[in-house]
């Protein structure tokens, strides 16, 4: 059975200064789920988890008018655990669910035409991952003042680039080779 990797992700975003469930969903959302999916709904129950099993602790404060806000803090147990998983070599490669790769698998029977432009659009949202990949890193590379945290995110940001390039590589000399296929 795979290893839930949702508890280090969560104890992660407390070293990094993100306490709450809300600030950790931002970031998810504005930073990890490009390379790591963590539901809204596994949030907090690994966060109460995570109490439960003295990994962190929780400040609860009272909020007039809005539900208490519960900030969420690592404790050198929790510390402990998340250096020992960094310490873990990585153990297998993930498998990629890929529309397109799915759809040229089985593309034997279809026209030309609506290959290449599955393709035209698949480069389209390539391109457009590529700038946003571009963007938050000149965004990082702007900061004033950059956490400690910001050399690590930004080699992310250059792995997502890379591939997201190498994919746009792959797309055009795809598109060659259909082109140049003999109709039948």
């Given at each position: 059975?795979k290893?839930?990797?949702t508890p280090?992700a969560?104890?992660?975003l407390?070293t990094?200064?993100f306490h709450?469930?809300?600030?950790?969903?931002?970031?998810?959302?504005?930073?990890?789920?490009h390379?790591?999916?963590i539901?809204?709904?596994?949030i907090?129950?690994?966060?109460?988890k995570?109490v439960?099993?003295?990994?962190?602790?929780?400040k609860v404060?009272?909020?007039?008018?809005?539900?208490?806000?519960?900030?969420?803090v690592?404790t050198?147990?929790?510390?402990?655990?998340l250096?020992?998983?960094?310490l873990?070599p990585?153990?297998?490669?993930?498998?990629?669910?890929?529309?397109?790769?799915?759809?040229l698998?089985?593309s034997?029977?279809?026209e030309?035409?609506?290959?290449?432009?599955?393709l035209?659009?698949y480069?389209?949202?390539?391109?457009e991952?590529?700038?946003?990949?571009?963007?938050i890193?000149?965004?990082l590379?702007?900061?004033?003042?950059?956490?400690?945290?910001?050399?690590?995110?930004?080699?992310t940001l250059d792995y997502?680039?890379?591939?997201?390039e190498a994919?746009?590589?792959?797309?055009?000399?795809?598109?060659?080779?259909?082109?140049?296929?003999k109709?039948?």
């Amino acid at each position: 059975m795979k290893e839930n990797h949702t508890p280090y992700a969560l104890l992660g975003l407390m070293t990094a200064g993100f306490h709450t469930g809300y600030e950790m969903k931002q970031m998810i959302d504005g930073s990890l789920n490009h390379f790591w999916k963590i539901s809204y709904g596994q949030i907090y129950p690994a966060l109460k988890k995570l109490v439960e099993e003295g990994s962190a602790d929780v400040k609860v404060t009272s909020q007039e008018g809005r539900p208490d806000k519960k900030e969420y803090v690592i404790t050198p147990s929790g510390e402990e655990q998340l250096r020992s998983w960094l310490l873990k070599p990585v153990e297998d490669l993930p498998v990629e669910k890929n529309e397109l790769l799915l759809k040229l698998f089985f593309s034997r029977n279809q026209e030309k035409s609506v290959i290449l432009h599955q393709l035209d659009s698949y480069e389209e949202i390539l391109q457009e991952k590529r700038h946003t990949y571009q963007s938050i890193k000149e965004m990082l590379l702007r900061e004033a003042c950059p956490s400690q945290d910001t050399p690590f995110w930004i080699i992310t940001l250059d792995y997502g680039l890379a591939t997201t390039e190498a994919a746009v590589v792959w797309c055009e000399k795809t598109k060659v080779r259909i082109k140049e296929m003999k109709e039948e």
